[in-house]
Antibody, heavy 121, light 107 residues
Framework: QVQLVESGGGLVKPGGSLRLLCEAAGFTLNDHYMSWIRQTPGKGLEWVSYISTSSSYTDYAHSVKGRFTISRDNANNSLYLQMNSLRAEDTAVYYC??????????????WGQGTLVSVSS | DIQMTQSPSSLSSSVGDRVTITCRASQSISTYLNWYQQRLGKAPKLLIYSASSLQSGVPSRFSGSGSGTDFTLTISSLQPEDFATYYCQQSYSIPLTFGGGTKVEIK
């Protein structure tokens, strides 16, 4: 069955960096766009970034553009989120999600369990 | 950016009740609208995509409708496992955006 497992979260000081990993199993990663989505108690769910199957296309939320970089390694069934210049407002649970894009549909059909990122001095 | 507004933000209902949650987009999004359920401490789960298509494995008591700017999620007969928070999400344009959520609580 489809499984997505995130790791790499933790406590980091403002201005620091973290690299999140999402390991995929049960499906062919290179058949799917993938996204990172985060959730905070105050701001709810926020889409962070997506990446196309061959990494040709990426896009980011305004709040993270220029600081975060999404990447993938299809051969190793892995998705990454490099987070630099972290701010307190980046504190959240970060989910990776499989994207389905067909015709007039685009949605997240499977989500990982999430990894908590805390940015605090 | 497209803003998604859900109402109500919370509601209390009893098992067996019919529940309706609405979601309004700040501009027309055709039927690029999805619904997710999130139980406490769990990741969101896809219920409905493209406004009205039921995701595989989701009970038929869940249904979605709408197009343009106004959308509805209906639970025809609320079950104990349906007490959760529900989110709408537009996929019409980047950045993809979510509504603020509707928490369904036990009356």
């Amino acid at each position: 069955q489809v499984q997505l497992v995130e790791s790499g979260g933790g406590l980091v000081k403002p201005g620091g960096s973290l690299r999140l990993l999402c390991e995929a199993a049960g499906f062919t990663l290179n058949d799917h766009y993938m996204s990172w989505i985060r959730q905070t108690p105050g701001k709810g769910l926020e889409w962070v970034s997506y990446i196309s199957t061959s990494s040709s296309y990426t896009d980011y939320a305004h709040s993270v553009k220029g600081r975060f970089t999404i990447s993938r390694d299809n051969a190793n069934n892995s998705l990454y989120l490099q987070m630099n210049s972290l701010r307190a407002e980046d504190t959240a649970v970060y989910y990776c999600a499989r994207n389905i894009w067909s015709g007039y549909s685009y949605y997240f059909d499977y989500w990982g369990q999430g990894t908590l990122v805390s940015v605090s001095s | 950016d497209i803003q998604m507004t859900q109402s109500p933000s919370s509601l209390s209902s009893s098992v067996g009740d019919r529940v309706t949650i609405t979601c309004r987009a700040s501009q027309s999004i055709s039927t690029y609208l999805n619904w997710y359920q999130q139980r406490l401490g769990k990741a969101p789960k896809l219920l409905i995509y493209s406004a009205s298509s039921l995701q595989s494995g989701v009970p038929s008591r869940f249904s979605g409708s709408g197009s343009g700017t106004d959308f509805t999620l209906t639970i025809s007969s609320l079950q104990p496992e349906d007490f959760a928070t529900y989110y709408c999400q537009q996929s019409y344009s980047i950045p993809l955006t979510f509504g603020g959520g509707t928490k369904v609580e036990i009356k």
